[in-house]
């Protein structure tokens, strides 16, 4: 009887867990369809609006349309649309790791400082022209970026292995991050040509209309590159949700580990900034909106990271185009007026409650 009773458990025990994965299968396939209609609207709009039907003919059946319709979406605004998918992929997830492995909600490559820096190592290039790599002139400013950002991951994660230094520690550090290379962003702007300091604020204000399929390709095979580096650590990552000395009792590396995370994570956060400018908070909303939807484990808490920063920045192109008729707004300014309300609460949430 008890053996009988034993093995009814199980098999219920075993059907709940396949309906919850079916359900998180079912809710990251409804974010792909999602992800699409978002991306085929931000292709309609523009100086001149297309209708869906348009735009969906001119994907499939190119040869079908007239040279301009083409043009238009084939070499203007694709390259913007998918732009906005990689960048919000790369950030979201960025964040999703970041949370993880220093066991902290509020960390993202913005809130920890890793965008800061790597907005600060760009404008060395474009202000001062300065190579902190010369052996690569011509790629100065994303490299520039990368190695900045890279810095700034360093940092944070030996501070975060001293010993006695706290997840509040750290979200410290961070904000003292985001202060100093934005007074040092300051002074070069400070120091720049009009010209320059034009191209700065632009910048930093991070758009998407300055994307090119260059852009698009470098953007996308960093994300490419990324995805299969955390999807083979997927169980040690949630593994290590559980605790560090729970996950080191399972014989997970801990140290190493959140090294390669955090240098995949730099890597994530520069390239992007570097293309794009600065654009906040899609790496600190998107990793929540994903573990709300499908819970901790790395198997659909990864898929669904990529695709809520990526719908998020997708539905943002679009907002930022029709808040004011004939005019795009600055990418980075909507996904701040979005993302500090979602601060605010998660601060307030989180002193009521542990994560």
């Known amino acids: ?75 203007i605004r694709m390259p913007i649309a998918l732009m906005a998918i990689t960048v919000g992929a790369s950030l979201s997830l960025a964040g999703a790791q970041m949370q993880t492995i220093l066991a902290n909600p509020l960390a993202s490559p913005f809130t920890l400082g890793i965008s800061a820096a790597a907005g600060f190592g760009a404008a060395l290039g474009l202000i001062g022209g300065v190579a902190i790599f010369p052996a690569a002139v011509q790629y100065m400013i994303p490299i520039n970026a990368f190695l900045m950002a890279m810095a700034a991951a360093l940092f944070i994660h030996f501070a975060s292995t001293m010993r006695g230094v706290t997840v509040e520690t750290i979200v410290l550090l961070g904000i003292a991050l985001v202060f100093t290379f934005n ?45 299969p580096l955390f999807a083979r650590h997927a169980w040690a990552l949630t ?48 990793p929540h909106i994903a573990r709300m939807l499908v819970g901790e484990d790395q198997r659909f808490f990864l898929p669904a990271s990529v695709l809520c920063g990526a719908l998020l920045l997708s539905v943002t192109s679009v907002v930022s185009k029709t808040l004011i008729p004939g005019a795009i707004l600055p990418i980075g300014v909507i996904t701040a007026l979005v993302g500090v309300p979602f601060f605010f609460v998660l601060i307030f949430t989180n002193r009521r409650r542990a994560w």
């Open 1 to 75: 009887m008890a053996v009988a009773t034993e093995q009814l458990a199980t098999a219920t025990g075993r059907d709940q867990y396949r309906a919850l994965a079916f359900r998180r299968i079912v809710l990251i396939c409804g974010m792909l369809v999602a992800l699409f209609l978002s991306v085929s609207i931000d292709m309609s709009l523009g100086p001149a609006n297309y209708t869906l039907r348009e735009v969906l003919t001119s994907l499939f059946h190119a040869e079908s349309v007239t040279d301009q319709l083409r043009v238009v979406i084939w070499d």
């Open 239 to 286: 593994a290590l949700r559980l605790g560090e000395d729970k996950a080191a009792s399972l014989g997970i590396n801990v140290r190493r580990l959140r090294l390669h995370t955090m240098m995949t994570v730099s890597l994530l956060a520069a390239i992007p900034v570097s293309f794009v400018g600065t654009i906040g908070f899609v790496g600190l909303v998107g």
């Open 183 to 227: 007074a040092l962003l300051s002074l070069l702007e400070y120091l720049a040509s009009e010209q320059a300091l034009a191209a700065v604020v632009f910048w930093t204000m991070g758009s998407l209309t300055k994307a090119t399929w260059p852009k698009v390709w470098i953007t996308g095979a960093v994300l490419v590159f990324a995805i």
